[in-house]
């Protein structure tokens, strides 16, 4: 985990933007996670390397079974099983562990191939580098961006975003920072998609 928290923080480390991210991962306690399975483990395990994040991405596969995957949403909110099963993510770095950071959350997720990510809105700061895969994001107040491996897409405090797959999965980095970086996404925002 020591290996995926420092390729996070080289992953950043080449971006301006992200250039508040290696001093809140420095020296920060561990918390072993308790191990959780979810179907997106098999998914994931079957990425591919690309060139521009590859350290990552093999880092992260190092990992899978030791990690504590997790689902914002269930069929409650209006996700079939067949949805759910190719989503899941995992927190690096947050406020809850497994490294403990009060002041930034690093997390990775996975949506599979064809999924929406409806649009959803949160107060902390993200940006977004894709790992593997691609995807078209929409945010409000700009045009649609298809990002694939190491590109960077940013979503300021509460700007309401939306996530398309079409031929491809994807797998990306999220980095937050700012207030509520553990609380749940609202669901109940609209943005007006453009094509
Ligand atoms: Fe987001």
Known sequence: M?????????????????DWVGPLL???PYQA???????????????PHPPETAPVVTALQDVIPACNWLQSYT??????????DAYGWINVASPDGPFVSPNTRVAIVYFGVGQHYPPHAHQPEETYVV???????????RAPITATPGQLIHHAPWQPHAMTMTDQPLLAAAYWRGAGLMDRSRLDVSLEVTS
């Open 75 to 84: 069929q409650v909110d209006g996700f079939s099983q067949d949805w759910l």
């Open 131 to 141: 790992l593997a895969g691609s995807a078209r994001f929409q945010a409000a107040g």
């Open 2 to 18: 020591e290996r995926l928290l420092s390729e996070l923080a080289t992953l950043a480390a080449g971006h301006p933007t992200l």
């Open 33 to 47: 996670p308790v191990p959780r399975h979810l179907p997106v483990c098999d998914l994931i395990e079957a990425l």
């Open 26 to 28: 420095r020296h920060l």
